[in-house]
């Protein structure tokens, strides 16, 4: 018979057996929590780093697709420059960047001027045009300008070359004078900065464009070209010309650039956008001339 000696030990080793059993039992518990975790956690990483590759955390997803702004307008203070007119602001999206807008100028001194935009070049200006002409701004005003460089300057209701809308905007598209080099001369058929029909911008200050816009009746090929240059005269070429022949006089402060006769603006329009159309593939055959 067992003595009580021996039947302490066996309880105690019992109780020992079962707090064992009882701690693997817990930590086999635990080792599978953590492992679904890990494995939740691994999952959800997966998911997300999905969506995140996919744009879904973007804080607006209509962002990608929404247009951006083409151009800025830099507000200008009337109340400091009462020669500036408020005719509202042009759009700042959505603005056309590639083909041409048709620029209709017609005058008291003859036949209409015609021009074209250049819209990818000078998307800004072609939008501030078309902006103010749609407006009346240009309608019944004068060029007041024949200047010594070979252009009428118009574009300014005022008439003293400090007018133009309550905004304004950076330079586009000035030509890039050829740089000097020391060992080699000036190519002689190289074409100058503003060819005879030109439009360009003018601002006064340069680079803060409003309205003023010249149209060049003769070559002008400047040291550093300044004027951004917005198209190009397509007809009424002789008529540019023949305003650059009037005589001239005193503008009031002693620049001798004022026309005599006035050249007003009756009207100014601008059409819509139009793209140039796509290149003939190269080797085509010409079309055949009519017999």
Avoid at 9 to 22: C, G, I, S, T, V
Avoid at 98 to 117: D, K
Avoid at 245 to 250: E, F
């Amino acid at each position: 018979m067992a003595s009580s000696r021996d039947r302490q030990r066996k309880l105690a080793r019992a109780k020992l057996d079962r707090q064992l059993a009882r701690r693997a039992a817990r930590t086999r518990r635990r080792r599978q929590i953590q492992a679904g975790v890990g494995a939740a956690v691994v999952l959800v990483l997966i998911v997300a780093g999905s969506a995140w590759a996919l744009g879904a955390f973007d804080d607006d997803p209509k962002q990608d697709t929404a247009a951006e702004d083409v151009c800025l307008w830099t507000p200008q203070d009337a109340t400091a420059n009462t020669n500036l007119k408020d005719v509202g602001t042009p759009a700042t999206q959505g603005l056309p960047t590639s083909g041409t807008r048709a620029l209709t100028v017609t005058t008291n001194q003859g036949a209409p001027i015609t021009a074209e935009l250049d819209l990818a070049s000078a998307p800004c200006a072609g939008a501030s045009i078309a902006h103010l002409a749609s407006r009346g701004f240009y309608d019944n005003t004068k060029c007041h300008e024949i200047t010594s460089e070979g252009a009428l300057r118009c574009g300014d209701p005022s008439g003293t070359g400090l007018g133009g809308p309550t905004y304004s905007f950076y330079d586009e598209n000035v030509p890039v004078a050829p740089e000097a080099s020391p060992s080699a001369s000036p190519a002689p058929d190289q074409p100058p900065a503003y060819p005879k029909g030109t439009v360009a911008m003018v601002a006064n200050p340069p680079g803060a464009n409003g309205s003023q816009f010249l149209i060049f009746f003769k070559d002008f090929d400047p040291d550093k070209p300044a004027y951004p240059v917005i198209g190009k005269v397509t007809g009424g070429l002789d008529v540019v010309t023949k305003i650059g022949a009037l005589p001239t006089v005193d503008n009031g402060s002693g620049a001798k650039v004022k026309p005599k006769t006035d050249v007003v603006i009756q009207s100014l329009t601008v059409g819509e956008p139009t793209t140039a159309p796509a290149p003939a593939p190269s080797g085509a055959s010409a079309s055949p001339s009519a017999g």
